[in-house]
């Protein structure tokens, strides 16, 4: 009784307890936000985004940032459309694709980890890069007309009511939560973004650490512009822009500390599905996209804060008790 009560007040229990409630909520102001179709729904216009912040909690946890995700999306998803343009079959282009995404992120290793430069500038110069080779491949022109065996893997379902993008985010959420809990190499993660100098002294190979996280979220990043592509049946240079604020928000919100060496994958999967369902909610009620952006803006600051202050009351609290 006293692990339960304790694993409640975490931030994990706190964020169950807001999930809890919003769904109900929810479920009061429209009988649709139950059902199936909804729910189904509650994922499928969003499913690569959540796909992305799996990736990018690594990242963070680790003491890094990478800004260039959403933009490799686009990228990934304009170079199918242009690869498809110019013959190239589906089947053949996919690989492709995936290979580019994991050269985007081995591109941020390299002057990341070899070069030494800081994470956020990097990725913020390839925000942009990234995002100018996609409008190079497809100009001022918007790309479709692809096979239908493709569009059927984003726009039907493959297994009962589910399609293949919500069933690849499950799988990703346990193997991440797998990794990232029960591996060595997710303790090195969550070491390194504590404290990089110990763990460089204690022998981890630190580098390469950060060198695989990067390369992993471009990947999977690049994965998530394909199932945009199949979702949608067409790209334009534009796909994916400002994806990177919901992403980090989510991640933020999930516990994952902005400074790393904290965080977990449960906390991610939590902040998803409330995320989510907050969006959802709204469009329910006609809440406009602006009003809903600046409600997301809004608990990105707060997924920033709260944390600190809850970690600088626990700290003051240390100092005020009795010895």
């Not at 500390?257 to 995320?275: D, E, H, M, R, W």
Request: with cysteine; charged share 10%.
């Amino acid at each position: 009784m006293t692990a339960l009560r304790d694993r409640l007040m975490t931030w994990e229990g706190f964020l169950l307890l807001v999930l809890v409630l919003l769904y109900a909520l929810n479920a009061a102001l429209s009988p649709v936000f139950l059902t199936v179709g909804n729910q189904v729904n509650l994922f499928q216009l969003s499913i690569e985004k959540v796909i992305v912040a799996l990736a990018m909690a690594f990242v963070i946890i680790n003491g890094e940032i990478d800004l260039s995700v959403a933009s490799v999306m686009g990228l990934a998803a304009c170079l199918f459309g242009w690869l498809h343009l110019n013959g190239v079959p589906a089947w053949a282009a996919i690989p492709l694709v995936l290979l580019a995404g994991a050269a985007c992120g081995a591109f941020n290793a390299l002057w990341i980890v070899g070069a030494g430069l800081p994470s956020l500038v990097v990725t913020l110069a390839t925000l942009i890069g990234f995002r100018g080779l996609a409008r190079i491949l497809v100009e001022e022109r918007g790309i479709g007309d692809f096979p239908d065996w493709f569009d059927r893997l984003g726009q039907q379902p493959v297994l009962g009511p589910l399609p293949l993008a919500l069933l690849l985010w499950a799988a990703l959420a346990v193997a991440a939560w797998a990794i990232l809990q029960r591996t060595a190499f997710g303790r090195k993660v969550t070491f390194i973004g504590a404290n990089r100098a110990v763990a460089e002294y204690s022998g981890v190979a630190v580098g390469r650490v950060k060198a695989t996280l990067f390369v992993a979220a471009s990947t999977v990043a690049a994965l998530a512009g394909l199932l945009y592509a199949a979702r949608v049946g067409a790209v334009r240079g534009d796909v994916a822009l400002g994806f990177e604020l919901d992403i980090i928000t989510i991640v933020l919100l999930g516990g994952v500390s902005i400074f790393g060496g904290a965080g977990t994958i449960t906390g991610t999967v939590l902040a998803i599905l409330i995320v989510l369902a907050l969006r959802n909610g709204m469009q329910l009620a006609n809440v406009t996209g602006h009003v809903q952006s600046g409600i997301l803006g809004l608990l990105l600051i707060l997924s920033v804060m709260v944390p600190t202050f809850r970690a600088l009351a626990a700290r003051l609290l240390r100092r005020g008790a009795p010895a």
